[in-house]
C-alpha cells in the first residue's frame, strides 16, 4: 500500500506560481509513474502531467505546457508540480496519483482510471 500527501496548495494572485509536493510512503516509490491531475467544483477529474519513474520522460495536458513543469526526486519519494503563470481557471482541487505499470505508452498516462493510488487533494485558487 502506498499513501501520498499532497501540499503546496494555497491562495495567488493571477500571474503567481506555487509548487506543489506529494510525499509518498512505501519503499517502491521510484518504480511507479506519478501523475497530477486536478478537479475544479462540478467538473470531472481531469489530468494535468506525469512522469516516468526514472524522470526522464513527461507528458502534459496542453493546457499547461509551457506554465506546468512535473519533476521528481525519487531520494526523497516527493513528486513535485511547479506552477507558473497560473490562471483564475487554473482553481481545482489538485491531486497526485502513482502508476503501478510503468510500462505504459506514455499516451496513456492520462487516464485516470489506470491509477492505484491517490492522496487526498490540495487546494489550488487562483484570484483574478
Known amino acids: 500500500q502506498v499513501q501520498l500527501v499532497e501540499s503546496g496548495g494555497g491562495l495567488v494572485q493571477a500571474g503567481g506560481s506555487l509548487r506543489l509536493s506529494c510525499a509518498a510512503s512505501?519503499?517502491?516509490?521510484?518504480?511507479?509513474?506519478m501523475g497530477w491531475f486536478r478537479q475544479a467544483p462540478g467538473k470531472e477529474r481531469e489530468f494535468v502531467a506525469a512522469i516516468s519513474w526514472s524522470g526522464d520522460s513527461s507528458y502534459y495536458a496542453d493546457f499547461v505546457k509551457g506554465r506546468f513543469t512535473i519533476s521528481r526526486d525519487n531520494a526523497k519519494n516527493t513528486v513535485y508540480l511547479q506552477m507558473n503563470n497560473l490562471k483564475a481557471e487554473d482553481t481545482a482541487v489538485y491531486y497526485c496519483?502513482?502508476?503501478?505499470?510503468?510500462?505504459?505508452?506514455?499516451?496513456?498516462?492520462?487516464?485516470?482510471?489506470?491509477?492505484?493510488?491517490w492522496g487526498q487533494g490540495t487546494q489550488v485558487t487562483v484570484s483574478s
Open positions: 512505501g519503499r517502491t516509490f521510484s518504480t511507479y509513474v
Open positions: 496519483a502513482a502508476d503501478r505499470n510503468a510500462g505504459r505508452y506514455i499516451e496513456n498516462w492520462q487516464r485516470k482510471t489506470l491509477y492505484d493510488y
